[in-house]
C-alpha cells in the first residue's frame, strides 16, 4: 500500500519530471497497466470461463454470451453481431452502426435479459442499459484482415503471419463505455468487489472477452464457407491477435476531470519504480526476468508500425534505445537498478527510458503488485473544499506546486492558441481554434496552466491572513481551479506541467499515457489527435488461464 | 429524454454540472450543484427536479444567483431576494469551522431559494467536523450526520424558506441507505437538457475536420 503521505526518497522522480506531456505520451504498459492486473486475479483466483450462447447464423449475424465465473461472482459479456454496410462503417463516435456491439452483464442473464438487451445493446448511445449492465461497447471489423482469415480458413489454410502482424487484430472498439453511462451501473454499487476495485476493471473484462469472440466468429464463418475443408485459427496466429482500440480526443479530458485518480496511476508506478531502484542488490533471476522483458519489447518494437511522422521518430527512438540496452552491461555494485536508471536518464530517449520503466519492474512482481490494488480513487472524499486555510498558506502551496505554470504570458497566441469544447453532434469533446474558430466562450476548463496564474494573481490582492473561504465568496469564478491546486496538495501527480491549450500541445501524449496504463502495446497515431492501439495482445485466452499456470506474471 | 427514465447517478451528476453550468454558474459552482443533486438523489429525493426548479427560476426571473452576506449568527441577503442555495451552501461548507459558521451557537439564514439543496453542503461539512446537524424550515425538520440524511420530517420541497435554523448537534450514524434510483419526469430531463445543451458548441466544417483521424477507418 502506499502511505497517506509516502515519503518521497531519492528513487522517487519527482512529479516535475513525470507529469510532462512529452513523458506522458513516450509511457509504455507495464505489469501494474489494468489489462495485466485483471489477468493476475483470474489468474491467481482460477476463474472459470464458458460461452453459454452461440446463436449466430450463417450471415454472421446473432447473439453469444461469454461468461467469466469467479469465486464470488459471475459477469458475462453479451454480444451481438451484425451485418453492417461498409459505407456506414466509422470509427468517429458520430456512427450509428457497427459490426458488433456488447454489454458486459452483471451476473448471467435469462433469455428476457438478452431480449432487453438485443432492443438496447446495438442502438448503443440511443439506447438504455440498466444497473445490471456494467459496460456498454462496439467494435468493427479490420475489414480486410477479417476478410483474409475467413477466406484462409475457409481454404483449410492458415492466414499468412505478415498480415495479422500488421494489423495485430480482427476487430477493434470505437467506445467502451462504463460507470453508469446510458444507466449502467454507477461505479459506487460495485466498488466495493475486490475484482472491480481497480481502475476499468470491468471494462477490460469487456474487451478481453470480446477477443474470443471475434475469432469465434471468423472460425464460425470459415467453417460456413468452407464447410469440411475448414480450418481453425493456429495458437501462436490467435495469441497474437489483439482487440483493437481507435481512441480518439473524447479520452483526453478524462485524465485532466480526474486528478485524484491520475494521481493514484502514477503514484503507484512511480513507487514502483523507486522499490526497485531501491533494492541494494538484483537477484540473478530478476536480472534475468528483465533480459527476456527487454527481448520481448525489442520484438514489440520491431512489429510496432506507424506512418504518423512524430511517431516514426519516437519509434527510430525506441528501437536504438532498446539496442543500446541490449548491449548495457548489467552494473555492478550497490543498488544496480538504480545504477542502471541513472545511465538511462543520461543516455536514453523519453521513449527507451519509459520502456525501460516497464522493462525493470517486469521481473518485480512480488516487491510491486499490491501497488495495483492503490490505483483506485476516492473523488468525493477530495472533493470538498478546506476554507478555512489562510490565503497565505495557500498561496505558499500553489507556488510550490504549480510553479510549472506560473511566470508564463498566457495572453500570447501560441499559449492560448486552442480551446476543448463539447460538441454539439454526439456531444463529442473537441479542440478548436481559439483564434480561427466560434466557441470558445463555451470552453471546457481544461486550461489548468493558465487558470492557475490567473488565480495566483487574483489571491495576490487579497488579504494573505483571511481564510480562502472570503475569497471564493467573492470570487466563485476561481472556485474550479482552487479546488485542483487543493487536491494537489495530497497527490502530488494529479496536475499535468503542461500548458493544455498551447498551440504545439500534442493531445496524443494524453491519450497515449492513458493507453499504457490500459496496458496497450503498439500505438499508432492516426493524426495528432486519434490513436489506434490493441489491447491483449500476446496475451493468454480464458481457456489458455484455465490450463496454463505460469505465463500471467 | 421524452420518457421518464430512470438515471444512474454518474448520468444525475453530468447531467446537473452542465445545466448548471447551461445556467450560467462558474465552472466551480456547477459542480458543488452536480455534487449536491447527486447527494439528493442518492438520498431519495428529487435532486433533479430541485435543481431544474432552482435552475428554472433564476432564468425567468433574470436574477443573478446571490451569495449570503455573512452578519453575527446571521446569514442575509442584500434584498428581498432569496439566497442562492449553491452559493450559500458552498459557503456553509467554506466556513462551517470558521467563526462566521455555525458552529459558535448556530445560524439563521435566509431568505433562500430551494432549500433543500442546502442540505449536501451542511452534510459533508458537519461530517468533515466531527458533528451533525439539524436545519429547520416552515414546517421541515431535517438532521445530516455522517455525511447523510438521518431523519426527515415534513417535506424538503420547498420554493423559498424565509429563514432556516442550522444548527449543530453530536454526532450521530444514519443507517446505509441503499440507492434505489429514482425515475425522472419527463419536463425535469427536458428542462436540464435543454440548460446542458448550451454548453455545447454547435458544429462546423471546421470543428469536423480537427475531430477525426486523418486516413480511412478501415484497413
Known amino acids: ?553 | 429524454m421524452l420518457d421518464e427514465v430512470v438515471l444512474s447517478l454518474s448520468e444525475v451528476e453530468a447531467l446537473a454540472l452542465k445545466a448548471a453550468r447551461g445556467a450560467g454558474y462558474s465552472w466551480g459552482l456547477a459542480e458543488e450543484a452536480a455534487f449536491a443533486t447527486r447527494w439528493l438523489c442518492e438520498q431519495g429525493l428529487d435532486g433533479l427536479r430541485v435543481l431544474a426548479d432552482h435552475l428554472d427560476g433564476l432564468l425567468t426571473s433574470g436574477q443573478a444567483p446571490l451569495p449570503p452576506q455573512m452578519h453575527a449568527l446571521q446569514w442575509r441577503a442584500a434584498d428581498t431576494t432569496p439566497l442562492c442555495p449553491i452559493m450559500t451552501g458552498a459557503a456553509i461548507n467554506d466556513h462551517f469551522g470558521l467563526p462566521e459558521g455555525p458552529r459558535q451557537g448556530g445560524l439563521t439564514i435566509g431568505p433562500v431559494a430551494f432549500p433543500a439543496l442546502l442540505l449536501p453542503f451542511v452534510a459533508i461539512a458537519a461530517a468533515r467536523e466531527k458533528v451533525a446537524a439539524v436545519l429547520g424550515w416552515a414546517r421541515c425538520k431535517v438532521i445530516v450526520a455522517d455525511g447523510a440524511l438521518l431523519a426527515l420530517e415534513g417535506n424538503a420541497a420547498c420554493n423559498v424558506a424565509q429563514s432556516i435554523n442550522l444548527t449543530v448537534i453530536a454526532r450521530a450514524t444514519p443507517a446505509p441507505r441503499p440507492f434505489a434510483g429514482l425515475p425522472t419526469k419527463p419536463d425535469t430531463g427536458h428542462l436540464l437538457a435543454g440548460l446542458a445543451h448550451r454548453t455545447y458548441v454547435p458544429a462546423t466544417d471546421q470543428s469536423r475536420r480537427g475531430a477525426g483521424a486523418a486516413g480511412t477507418d478501415n484497413q
Open chain 1, 1 to 553: 500500500m502506499i502511505p497517506e503521505r509516502s515519503p518521497r526518497t531519492a528513487f522517487h522522480r519527482p512529479p516535475e519530471q513525470v507529469m510532462r506531456l512529452a513523458r506522458m505520451g513516450s509511457a509504455h504498459p507495464t505489469r501494474l497497466s489494468f489489462l495485466r492486473v485483471m489477468l493476475r486475479r483470474m489468474q491467481t483466483e482460477g476463474w472459470r470461463f464458458d460461452r453459454p450462447v452461440w446463436e449466430i447464423d450463417s450471415n454472421g449475424v446473432g447473439r453469444a454470451v461469454y461468461r467469466a465465473i469467479g469465486p464470488a461472482r459471475t459477469y458475462s459479456l453479451v454480444a451481438f453481431a451484425h451485418d453492417l454496410p461498409d459505407h456506414l462503417r466509422s470509427d468517429r463516435v458520430i456512427a450509428t452502426a457497427w459490426d458488433a456491439t456488447f454489454a458486459l452483464f452483471d451476473g448471467t442473464p435469462t433469455a428476457a435479459d438478452l431480449d432487453r438487451l438485443q432492443a438496447n445493446v446495438p442502438l448503443q448511445e440511443a439506447g438504455r442499459v440498466s444497473p445490471s449492465e456494467l459496460s456498454l461497447s462496439r467494435a468493427n471489423r479490420s475489414v480486410r484482415l477479417f476478410a483474409h482469415v475467413v477466406d484462409r480458413l475457409a481454404e483449410g489454410r492458415q492466414p499468412d503471419k505478415a498480415e495479422i502482424d500488421a494489423v495485430g487484430y480482427l476487430m477493434r472498439t470505437t467506445a467502451v463505455y462504463g460507470s453508469g453511462k446510458f444507466g449502467a451501473a454507477d461505479r459506487a454499487a460495485i466498488a466495493d468487489r475486490p475484482e472491480l476495485r481497480g481502475p476499468f476493471q470491468a471494462e477490460m473484462l469487456s474487451v478481453w472477452l470480446t477477443r474470443s469472440f471475434t475469432i469465434d466468429l471468423a472460425e464460425h464463418l470459415a467453417a460456413v464457407k468452407g464447410g469440411a475443408t475448414a480450418v481453425r485459427l493456429a495458437q501462436d496466429l490467435r495469441r497474437s491477435l489483439g482487440v483493437g482500440n481507435s481512441t480518439g480526443l473524447g479520452m483526453a479530458p478524462f485524465l485532466i476531470k480526474h486528478p485524484t485518480l491520475l494521481n493514484n496511476w502514477m503514484m503507484a508506478r512511480e513507487e514502483a519504480l523507486a522499490r526497485v531502484r531501491g533494492q541494494p542488490m538484483a537477484e540473478a533471476a530478476a536480472i534475468d526476468g528483465y533480459r527476456s522483458a527487454l527481448q520481448a519489447a525489442t520484438l514489440n518494437a520491431a512489429s510496432w508500425t506507424s506512418e504518423h511522422p512524430v511517431q516514426l521518430a519516437k519509434l527510430a527512438d525506441l528501437r536504438g534505445d532498446l539496442a543500446r540496452l541490449e548491449v548495457q552491461a548489467f552494473p555492478d555494485g550497490p543498488y544496480p537498478w538504480n545504477a542502471l536508471w541513472l545511465w538511462a536518464e543520461t543516455a536514453l530517449s523519453l521513449e527507451g527510458q519509459e520502456a525501460l520503466v516497464a522493462l525493470m519492474l517486469e521481473p518485480h512482481g512480488a516487491l510491486i503488485d499490491g501497488l495495483g490494488d492503490c490505483m483506485d480513487a476516492d473523488e468525493v472524499a477530495a472533493f470538498a473544499l478546506d476554507g478555512s486555510i489562510s490565503i497565505a498558506a495557500f498561496r505558499t502551496g500553489l507556488h510550490q506546486r504549480y510553479a510549472w505554470a506560473l511566470g508564463q504570458d498566457y495572453d500570447q497566441r501560441a499559449q492560448a492558441a486552442r480551446f476543448w469544447y463539447v460538441s454539439e453532434e454526439k456531444l463529442e469533446p473537441r479542440l478548436g481554434e481559439r483564434f480561427d474558430e466560434d466557441g470558445a466562450a463555451l470552453e471546457l476548463p481544461i486550461g489548468t496552466a493558465r487558470m492557475v496564474a490567473d488565480l495566483d494573481r487574483a489571491l495576490a490582492e487579497w488579504p494573505a491572513d483571511q481564510p480562502l473561504a472570503g475569497f471564493l465568496l467573492a470570487h466563485p469564478e476561481y472556485r474550479f481551479m482552487a479546488r485542483r491546486v487543493q487536491q494537489s496538495a495530497r497527490h502530488p501527480y494529479a496536475e499535468i506541467h503542461d500548458n493544455l491549450l498551447a498551440a504545439d500541445m500534442l493531445p496524443i501524449d494524453i491519450l497515449r499515457c492513458k493507453l499504457a496504463f490500459f496496458g496497450a502495446s503498439h500505438f499508432d497515431p492516426r493524426s495528432d489527435r486519434w490513436v489506434r492501439i490493441a489491447l491483449f495482445q500476446n496475451q493468454p485466452f480464458p481457456e489458455d488461464l484455465q490450463t496454463e499456470t505460469d505465463h500471467v506474471g
